[in-house]
């Protein structure tokens, strides 16, 4: 059974960058043909799609977050990133990383608390 | 971005049945044969309890069911028990794989 676990900073200062890796477990990211994904919910909000890549680069975001967000693979480390730049306190929110496949393959972490703040 | 759309609350005794609706656009919904819903407790990651519209993996109870009709999918939680408190999102697939959640619907067991 593949699992997911997110790690970084918990807090964060304004105007800077959001990192967040995921490491895998039980699976291997560049044997698989999984897109692997981030999900936020900001503090009494609902699910927000981030975006998800393939292991060779292949990646799509949600619009709305376009051009502040990267996600990128390191298949040596079986880990994948989020990094989100000129945060606000807009972005304080619980990040999963995530494999979403609309069929019954779906991954979750148990998620990170990151906060924006000086 | 297609946008899904669930009523914020629901409620029920235990024993009674509770239906949540989610309603989006027509290629949000009701031509997509990827619809999901989540089970979410506070402090835990989101649980898959339906996919494909109305299949339910292995080892969650019968007592969650799912459809759609036209532009609205549908999750039943029939014989509320204590542990059903939660909130439930829907989610659709959106193409260039990307998704697309439900704003989450609270449900309360009286």
């Known amino acids: 059974q593949m699992q997911l676990q997110e790690s970084g900073p918990g807090v964060v200062m304004p105007s800077e960058t959001l990192s967040l890796t995921c490491t895998v477990s039980?699976?291997?990211?560049?044997?698989?043909?999984?897109?692997w994904g981030w999900i936020r919910q900001p503090p009494g909000k609902g699910l927000e799609w981030i975006g998800s890549?393939?292991?060779?680069?292949?990646?799509y975001y949600d619009p709305s977050l376009k051009g502040r967000v990267t996600i990128s693979v390191d298949t040596s480390k079986n880990q994948f990133s989020l990094n989100v730049t000129s945060v606000t306190a807009a972005d304080t929110a619980i990040y999963y990383c995530?494999?979403?496949?609309?069929?019954?393959?779906?991954?979750w972490g148990r998620g990170t608390l990151v906060t924006v703040s000086s | 971005q297609s946008a899904l759309t669930q009523p914020p609350s629901a409620s029920g005794s235990p024993g009674q049945s509770v239906t949540i609706s989610c309603t989006g656009t027509?290629?949000?919904?009701?031509?997509?044969?990827?619809i999901s819903w989540y089970q979410h407790h506070p402090g835990q990651a989101p649980k898959l309890i339906i996919h494909?519209?109305?299949k339910r993996p292995s080892g969650v109870p019968d007592r969650f069911s799912a459809s759609k009709s036209g532009n609205t999918a549908s999750l039943t939680v029939s014989g509320l028990q204590p542990e059903d408190e939660a909130d439930y999102y829907c989610?659709?697939?959106?193409?260039?794989?990307?998704?697309?959640f439900g704003g989450g619907t609270k449900v309360t067991v009286l």
């Open positions: 890549t393939y292991y060779s680069g292949n990646a």
């Open positions: 039980g699976g291997s990211i560049s044997k698989s043909s999984f897109y």
């Open positions: 995530v494999v979403l496949t609309g069929y019954v393959d779906d991954y």
């Open positions: 989610s659709s697939y959106a193409g260039g794989n990307n998704w697309v």
């Open positions: 494909e519209v109305s």
């Open positions: 027509s290629g949000g919904v009701g031509d997509n044969k990827y």
